[in-house]
């Protein structure tokens, strides 16, 4: 790939367009989103590692939403000090919410801003969509 | 620009510096709509009708009245039990009971502050990207429509767990509303799994308050069939001694608790009961006044969302993990995106200036 991008040039670039990726209710009202390649990144992106990108996602938010042992301590604690627990401690949800930003941050800097895309963490968009902003590829004569 | 949204450390110096490049610099800023004076918050271009206190801390919706009369008949009539008739109880019975309605006193105040002040579970309005991807997804789904045909309903059908599910279109919101949630017309929200809008607590009831809003009733019942029982023990035994008619006389305010209370137990404690029929099948108030997944409408008609047992669906609600808002409303209004290609570049020259201004 001669398009060298990176997370800087991007905001001097003009966008193209953007894509968005609904959520998946398949299973419920979990947070999970459509693993259905758009056809617009078609030229731009790996079919496969777009797929592992949302695959993933959908993983750690399963994991943010996953009922069991731990969610429950939590809950029941938080409830007998009367939620106040949470002014010195970040609830579960919240501690994988900082991990996915952390990752999508990272796909952001090694796959997506070479490839001149952008993808916006969904909960800046109230968890609805995944916002994949195309930039104009200047170096397109390169390929 | 979202690049910039991940690094919250920068936040504070961009906006002492954004307010000195618009006293000094305002020939060269050539976007009128993005200057502004002062920053301002989420909460303060919030588009729904909701009223917030505390900087964006407390959001509760436009009527308060019927909250404050909640807070005070339970301020009241706690305050009476417990100048009036525990001295005597705790004296010529144990001093437990002042304290076990002190417990569930603060208790019954703590919920219903979490109920009323926190965010139910607001979806925030689509940005007008979203709206335009949904409305080309609509029209393409839809089919050309000529004049004076009506273009059939919005709507999206989704199987879960074996139950076709209908997706309706917010057009308020722009959005599709997910499953299980609906649009408070009070607030003129969408709320995710809404349950009711309560006037008695100031705020819709969803996703995000509904546990806060049982443990309220719940403890609310207790409180009140606590008070009304320890007032009627506290006159009997006071009419034991000195007749009935001057024991009434001694404590007047005994006789305003029981009737507060008495025809709060039945209401209260009534709502407790529904609600706990409506957690242990997972159904929201709105579902089951619709009839959602009653088996009138049908042969195989069931709940898709009930986990199936009932200890589990308990536990979903009540303990299950507590999301975080998605409004985000004590965060900065961010100036405007880049604009699309097909605008003038003029205004895609613009933020750069801004970053180059944050790197000074």
Known sequence: ?143 | MTGNMHLGVEEPIRECQYNQICTHNSSTMDTPHTKKKKIKRKWQVFPGRNKFYCNGRIMMAKQTGVFYLTVVLILVTSGLFFAFDCPFLASNLTPAIPAIGGVLFIFVMGMLLRASFSDPGVLPRATPEEAADIERQIDTANGPSGPGYRPPPRTREVLINGQTVKLKYCFTCKIFRPPRASHCSLCDNCVERFDHHCPWVGNCVGRRNYRFFYLFILSLSLLTIFIFAFVITHVILRSNRTGFLSALKDSPASVLEVVVCFFSIWSIVGLSGFHTYLISSNQTTNEDIKGSWSSKRGKGNYNPYSYGNLITNCCAALCGPLPPSLIDRRGFVQPDTPQPVAQTNGTGACPSNQVQSHMT
């Open chain 1, 1 to 143: 790939m001669a398009e060298t991008h990176s997370l800087q040039d991007l905001r001097q670039a003009a966008v193209a367009s953007k894509v968005f990726v609904q959520r998946d209710y398949t299973s419920g009202t979990i947070c999970k989103f459509q693993i259905k390649f758009p056809a617009e990144l078609e030229s731009r992106i790996d079919k496969q590692q777009f797929e592992e990108t949302i695959q993933t996602l959908n993983n750690l938010y399963a994991e943010a939403e996953k009922l069991g042992g731990r969610s429950y301590l939590e809950g029941c604690l938080a409830c007998l000090t009367a939620y106040t627990i949470f002014l010195c401690m970040e609830t579960h949800y919240e501690k994988v919410l900082k991990k996915i930003a952390k990752y999508i941050q990272e796909q952001n800097e090694k796959i997506y801003a070479p490839l001149g895309l952008l993808l916006t963490d969904p909960i800046e968009r109230g968890l609805r969509v995944v916002e994949i902003t195309i930039f104009e590829d200047r170096s397109i004569g390169s390929r």
